[in-house]
């Protein structure tokens, strides 16, 4: 374990295991560190896999306004973890909120990107404007007024997250208990900072489109607020691979970890050979 040091001074906590070709995994809202152990555990013996907690998640720093917090500072914040384990490139690996930093970190730095995968991504993308904000605000206040467990509940309960219970009890069990005790003040002001402000995938297209890194854009079929924008990236990246599961929600990583483990480890595998051989 380590800690990197953001732009604005931001202490960011990070693991690394195993060697090989680095990857960073990036996650969601209502994750940390801990939401890639098993993809770790897997991948760790043939490649170097590095986990950070983003700002606002203990043990990072949890800096106490909003305005630190923000889609352009989460993108960075990437930036400096490459930088303070003197990376110059890497494979990104993101679920949800972490798949939009990292589609936005390598919009900025094409160089510096390997591969993405962008696992359930694009929430609040499809709704009305002000409508995602009104319902983060709305999560946010349960936090602020019920306290963490009982957002950790709300959120393992959702139409899209509740497959993992059926699926994955012991990681169903885990989510909560990670969630629950977690930063209310972190992750407020990532919903209020990060969340709330983005704009929809859609108004990032032209940019999208110009994207040459080899692209992996994995969905949960029951995922319904990530279908709209992930069949957009697939129609608009230009060299992206397009994956369905099944009878699984929002968390793929952890409802299917060896499906989901075999398929992006062999992408990732496939990409490295391809830069291998130029």
């Known amino acids: 374990m380590t800690y990197v040091t953001a732009s604005d001074g931001v202490r960011i906590y990070c693991e690394s295991q195993g060697s090989g070709a680095p990857i960073v995994f990036v996650h969601e809202l209502a994750g940390s560190v801990r939401a890639f152990d098993l993809q770790v555990k897997a991948a760790s013996s043939r490649f170097r896999c590095i986990t950070f907690n983003a700002r606002g998640y203990p043990p990072s720093d949890v800096p106490e306004t909003v305005e630190s917090y923000s889609q352009e500072r989460a993108a960075a914040d990437i930036g400096a973890v490459l930088d303070g384990l003197n990376l110059d490139s890497a494979h990104l690996v993101g679920v949800s909120m972490g798949s939009a930093s990292s589609l936005q970190f390598a919009l900025r730095h094409k160089g510096r990107v390997r591969s993405l995968t962008l696992t359930s991504i694009g929430s609040g993308s499809d709704m009305k404007p002000g409508e995602f904000?009104?319902?983060?605000?709305?999560?946010?206040?349960?936090?602020?007024?019920k306290g963490m467990q009982a957002l950790a509940e709300t959120y393992a309960d959702l139409p899209n997250r509740r497959r993992l219970k059926e699926k994955n009890p012991q990681e169903a069990r885990k989510f909560i208990a990670e969630l629950a005790s977690g930063s209310l003040l972190g992750i407020t002001n990532t919903m209020r900072g990060v969340q709330s402000r983005r704009p929809p995938l859609y108004a990032h297209e032209r940019e999208i489109a110009a994207l040459t890194i080899p692209t992996l854009i994995v969905l949960g079929a029951e995922d319904e607020p990530c279908r709209g924008p992930s069949e957009f990236?697939?129609?608009?990246?230009?060299?992206?691979?397009?994956?369905?599961?099944?009878a699984t929600g929002h968390a793929v990583n952890l409802e299917?970890?060896?499906?989901?483990?075999?398929?992006?480890?062999?992408?990732?595998?496939?990409?490295?050979?391809?830069?291998?051989?130029?």
């Open 233 to 246: 990236l697939n129609r608009t990246i230009g060299v992206a691979r397009f994956e369905v599961f099944p």
């Open 256 to 278: 299917e970890p060896e499906a989901y483990n075999e398929l992006v480890f062999a992408f990732i595998a496939g990409v490295e050979a391809a830069r291998a051989g130029k």
């Open 133 to 145: 904000a009104a319902s983060l605000a709305a999560t946010a206040a349960l936090a602020e007024t």
